[in-house]
């Protein structure tokens, strides 16, 4: 069974970096098209990002290009998210998404498995 773990939330100062990590295992990690989520509260879980098998293409929601940066490395199985000049309006739970044969996809509904989210708080 496939298990996705997040980590490297916190809370962060407006204009810091953070670097979120989302362990895979129970799986074939280089098969598994990964995404990164975000849930504010009060508000629908947003698609942040989606990366291809071999880490050549990413995908990346209307607002978050520029400052949202997803990789990933099979060796280690591993897929990280990097954010750079935070804003409050990041603050939200962020989730890891995993699932075979969904490429490119933006929808949640398309992800077979989660993680638990790890929450990141920008403070103004």
């Known amino acids: 069974q496939v298990q996705l773990v997040e980590s490297g939330g916190g809370l962060v100062q407006a204009g810091g970096s953070l670097r979120l990590s989302c362990a895979f295992s129970g799986g074939t990690f280089s098969s598994a098209n990964m995404a990164w989520f975000r849930q504010a509260p009060g508000k629908e879980r947003d698609f942040v990002a989606t990366?291809?098998?071999?880490?050549?293409?990413?995908v990346y929601g209307g607002s978050m290009a520029g400052r949202f940066t997803l990789s990933r490395d099979n060796n280690k199985n591993t897929a990280y998210l990097q954010i750079d000049n935070l804003e409050p309006e990041d603050t939200a739970v962020y989730y890891c998404a995993a699932s075979y044969g969904v490429h490119g996809q933006s929808d949640p509904a398309a992800y077979r498995y989660w993680g638990q989210g790890t929450q990141v708080t920008v403070s103004s």
């Open positions: 990366i291809s098998l071999s880490g050549a293409r990413t």
